[in-house]
């Protein structure tokens, strides 16, 4: 009679949604057909739960049995754990976040994390993607693109972990990880004036993003130590703004550079294809073209752009245990790790 | 006296909360301040709730004071939505699905819902990934990636609207959005006959995948209509994996194509350089090559992959529409979409 209770039970409900969405069994038809408390049945399906072994064979025979799940969400509401972590990030079409995004998947889902997913274009507003965010109980953020002050202190105010993936603010209370930029871009063009090139283009990506400021400044602030002259000029990181660029420069004729330093990888493929394809020059013999980023691209034989590889693994790494850090100890302190790209000798530029 | 209360109940909630994570406003709070029932306030805030122009007014005006949102995951456990929807990925280093990932983000997003990601590798299961979606409350799911039947089945179980991503199941209670991925590798072969082509490569890509399958499928079976040879190889997408299989032919010199039908352009830029960088060979002239899908490195100037362009836009807006309609309308009849692609005649093989 006892083990026939919750069958019976369990069949009447399956009958009564028969036309909606069957209903899902709960940690009490798991616990009446494994006949032990609720309490037991939720210790077992809780990290470091304590629970008999016995107990817990009972337990997991009914529960697989009955198709249980725990129900991340409705935990959630209960200890304020979602296990779901906002990833907010600039469009994918910038080639090296995907790479990012994959990464974040595996190491957030190793750890029983997974991602809510906001991207958007570069006319959205960030305030937009934030309302959307505040709607879904997150246990914190991760965010590969940047904030206003207001937008932060939003995430403060909300006691919202939030860490910063290659965005870097002066205060010393915000979270992030990234790449040395400027070094990286540094080592690039020390490079090139070793290689005695003296006439520079330093091609930017979009004006509001601040890892194409860091770089940019990296490279600058290098070739002013130098003997030669530069022009800079301003994109979007896309490969058609580097050939719309390289187009213009080459019929005003302002200027005969033989090295371009670009803000990315897409860029310097972009000017790679421009000088060779529309004005029939030698890379790198008479113009050497270097990147920014690593991304796989860069090294197809067409190109094999010289380029710093952001050590993408190791940052989404060091992101996320920074966030889980923040989101189990909210009070511990605040972290800027910042890690050195690593410069790769291609085919695009002649170093020694 | 009316007024202070509400003021006096908020405070105290962030005193006794400081430690820990501040603790969100709730319906409540807004109802006492605002003056109004708490339903009133549910009402403001659900699509197409009626409520009147002064009580709206007062609602919006205490809602913003506290910083009020309407919690999305607790409403979910009331009315079954929590306008989350799992999206089921392989790996996003396949160029193609970074694309598709955005796509999907913007059109789901204009509808408000929020993507749960799951993206993994080919050598993991897919019962790992299923067993993490059951724990989220997630109003249906979008894989772009194959299922056996028994997790089709696992998802009609539990009454989750599932629909596929480029991937057709011959059971027609699946619903799928898919490109025609035969027609548009028949439509690529038939213009290289014409072209007098006469020794054909066919390089496919992984053999689970049936996206391969097909596209390999409708090159064989047009090539079979002509008198001219042919040699399959099996790769697994990858550029890497279509410079070894070049690599591979010619050191064996067991074949000399004049064409290469490849199962992806990014295998197709791999042909392109090995041909090109390693065996000095003119594309197109000695070897033309065809590639599928449309990415945006296959219109680079080293490249210029003739290709068939998938739709991406109009089929991620056709699987979310398909989507949506199963979970407001359970019992909608089940559907395939099948999408035309768009052949792209580049410089990688010169068509008539």
Chains 1, 2 share one sequence.
């Not at 779901?84 to 750890?111: D, H, M, R």
């Not at 245990?321 to 890690?339: D, G, V």
Request: hydrophobic share 35%; aromatic share 6%.
């Amino acid at each position: 009679m006892e083990k026939k209770t919750p069958d019976n039970k369990r069949k009447t409900v399956l009958t009564t949604s028969r036309n909606s969405r069957k209903k899902r069994s709960t940690s009490y038809d798991v616990s009446r057909m494994a006949g032990v408390s609720q309490s037991a049945v939720s210790r077992c399906f809780k990290p470091g739960g304590s629970v008999s072994a016995k107990t817990r064979a009972k337990v997991e025979a009914a529960a697989k049995k009955l198709g249980y799940q725990p129900n991340a969400i409705a935990r959630g509401l209960i200890t304020r754990r979602s296990n779901i972590v906002a990833v907010i990030i600039t469009e994918l079409t910038n080639l090296n976040y995907p790479e990012v995004l994959s990464q974040l998947n595996k190491i957030l889902g190793q750890k029983g994390i997974h991602i809510l997913l906001f991207t958007f274009g570069s006319k959205e507003n960030i305030d937009n993607v934030l309302d959307q965010v505040w709607q879904y109980q997150v246990d914190g953020i991760i965010a590969a693109t940047q904030f206003t002050d207001k937008q932060i202190k939003a995430c403060f105010e909300r006691g919202t972990p939030l860490v910063f993936y290659n965005s870097v603010y002066a205060d010393s209370s915000i979270n992030s990880v990234c790449c040395d930029h400027e070094e990286g871009e540094r080592q690039l063009v020390e490079s090139l004036l070793k290689d005695k090139r003296k006439s520079f283009v330093v091609m930017s990506g979009p004006k509001e993003s601040a890892v194409s400021t860091a770089r940019t400044r990296g490279a600058i602030n290098t070739l002013n130590e130098g003997d030669v002259s530069v022009l800079q000029l301003s994109g979007d990181y896309s490969y058609q703004s580097a050939r719309e660029l390289i187009r213009e420069m080459f019929e005003n004729k302002t200027f005969e550079p033989d090295a371009i330093v670009c803000a990315n990888d897409t860029m310097a493929i972009g000017c790679i294809d421009a000088l060779r394809h529309e004005y029939n020059m030698k890379v790198p013999e008479q113009v050497a073209v270097v990147g920014f980023d690593g991304v796989s691209q860069a090294r197809w034989a067409s190109y094999e752009v010289t380029t710093v590889v952001q050590p993408v693994e190791h940052m989404v790494e060091a992101a996320v245990n920074m966030l889980i850090e923040r989101i189990e100890n909210p009070e511990s302190p605040a972290e800027k790790r910042l890690f050195a790209g690593k410069l790769i000798a291609g085919r695009s530029a002649l170093l020694n």
